[in-house]
């Protein structure tokens, strides 16, 4: 094993993914026992949002360490670095919007984080357990909010989350845009590594494409929780 680089789609990489994938369906097979104990379900909201808001500040604070800050690098402005945040007050505070704007991001956006990790460092580099710690309470999180506080996302919460993402992201795509910078992925730089940026054409032109796919998957993902209406059977 290389303990000093990150290989995507290796050993290493499909562990790592393996533990990501282990601790959310935990969550979610104890959901139930969560539930039924107030002390269990008080300490477990308290550590996920502490725990989002302190990792997230571990993961930032990082990367203005001397000799490691870059301003078209180290800003907290990806995707993932807001979902911390977002996930902490979905936990915590149990806000529809920020819920919903978790669920979306984890499974469309974020994913992309543990599929094709913008990772070049190995095991033996303290960034490449917080790369790792910082993502996995973005799932963990989702899966709380899911089957502990059973939220449903409906058409509103949709609407809401291509809004806000989309906002977002003209805000982010505006920036590097002018800075030639490449937050939240949508400038004009690629990733280091391996993605699926890599097959969507040039800069800008692949905005839209990312644009589109982003909303495409988000519709996709509500499509499990709508449920059809029974017709009302006239007398």
Not at 11 to 40: K, N, T, W, Y
Not at 53 to 58: E, G, H
Not at 194 to 211: A, E, F, H, K, Q
């Amino acid at each position: 094993m290389d303990w000093e680089h990150f290989h995507p789609f290796t050993p290493l990489h499909f562990s790592a993914l393996a533990v990501c994938v282990a601790l959310p369906v935990a969550i979610a097979l104890f959901a139930s026992r969560i539930r039924e104990g107030d002390h269990s379900l008080r300490n477990g909201r308290r550590f996920l949002a502490i725990g989002n808001v302190a990792i997230w500040a571990i993961a930032c604070g990082f990367w203005f360490f001397p000799g490691y800050f870059r301003i078209d690098q180290s800003l907290p402005l990806h995707f993932c670095n807001l979902a911390n945040l977002i996930a902490a007050v979905a936990v915590g505070f149990r806000w529809r919007v920020a819920q919903s704007l978790l669920y979306f991001w984890t499974f469309a956006l974020c994913i992309w984080a543990f599929l094709t990790p913008f990772l070049m460092v190995g095991p033996a580099h303290p960034w490449f357990w917080v790369f790792w710690l910082y993502h996995l309470f973005i799932p963990i999180a989702t899966s709380w909010v899911l089957s502990v506080d059973q939220f449903r996302p409906g058409l509103a919460d949709l609407r809401s989350a291509i809004i806000l993402t989309f906002l977002y992201t003209g805000f982010l795509a505006l920036l590097n845009g002018m800075t030639g910078w490449n937050y939240g992925f949508v400038g004009p730089g690629k990733p280091g590594q391996p993605s699926i940026i890599d097959v969507l054409g040039p800069y800008p032109l692949r905005l839209i494409w990312m644009t589109l796919i982003a909303g495409m998957l988000f519709t996709v993902l509500l499509l499990p929780w709508l449920r059809r209406k029974k017709p009302e059977l006239s007398p």
